[in-house]
């Protein structure tokens, strides 16, 4: 399968898309929901999408943060894709795509279920597992 991954924009019909993935896929296993807050800092992030025929397979959300690096977060592929690459290939593009940007580190709070893909992508741990959305996570980050 090989998806184009490409950049959307907020409040964009793909931006949509995404947050009915992200919905899916991050917030209703876990009994959750999003408020406007929550979606506030999506204004000025990017947004990343892997694409079939205009489907979204997969999305993610790169945050600009403090310190040269940037936050991915909200990392979605939809179930029915889950195991054929998008991750990684979304992964790739924004590796690339935050280098090219002058970012020298990308990191993420992974769900420790996730944790070995990021492992497998070169991500490394960072400190000790935490908390947060009441499941355990990881801070990991890599060196672009």
Same mark, same amino acid.
């Given at each position: 399968?090989?998806?184009?991954? *490409? /950049?959307?924009?907020?409040? $964009?019909?793909?931006? /949509?898309?995404?947050?009915?993935? *992200? %919905?899916?896929?991050? *917030?209703?296993?876990?009994?959750?929901? %999003?408020?406007?807050?929550? /979606?506030? $800092?999506?204004?000025?992030?990017?947004?990343?999408?892997?694409?079939?025929?205009?489907?979204?397979?997969?999305?993610?959300?790169?945050?600009?943060?403090?310190?040269?690096?940037?936050?991915?977060?909200?990392?979605?592929?939809?179930?029915?894709?889950?195991?054929?690459?998008?991750?990684?290939?979304?992964?790739?593009?924004?590796?690339?795509?935050?280098?090219?940007?002058?970012?020298?580190?990308?990191?993420?709070?992974? *769900?420790?279920?996730?944790?070995?893909?990021?492992?497998?992508?070169? %991500?490394?741990?960072?400190?000790?597992?935490?908390?947060?959305?009441?499941?355990?996570?990881? %801070?990991?980050?890599?060196?672009?």
């Amino acid at each position: 399968m090989h998806p184009s991954i *490409r /950049l959307f924009t907020y409040g $964009s019909p793909d931006y /949509l898309l995404s947050l009915i993935l *992200r %919905y899916k896929i991050l *917030r209703i296993p876990l009994g959750l929901t %999003y408020s406007a807050k929550d /979606l506030e $800092s999506d204004q000025s992030d990017f947004h990343i999408g892997a694409f079939e025929n205009e489907q979204l397979l997969g999305s993610l959300i790169l945050t600009l943060n403090k310190n040269n690096t940037i936050k991915m977060r909200q990392v979605a592929v939809d179930d029915t894709f889950q195991g054929k690459g998008i991750g990684s290939a979304l992964l790739q593009f924004s590796e690339t795509f935050a280098k090219l940007k002058g970012f020298e580190a990308i990191h993420c709070h992974a *769900r420790k279920t996730a944790v070995p893909f990021y492992l497998k992508h070169g %991500y490394t741990i960072v400190g000790d597992e935490f908390p947060e959305v009441n499941i355990p996570h990881f %801070y990991m980050e890599k060196s672009l």
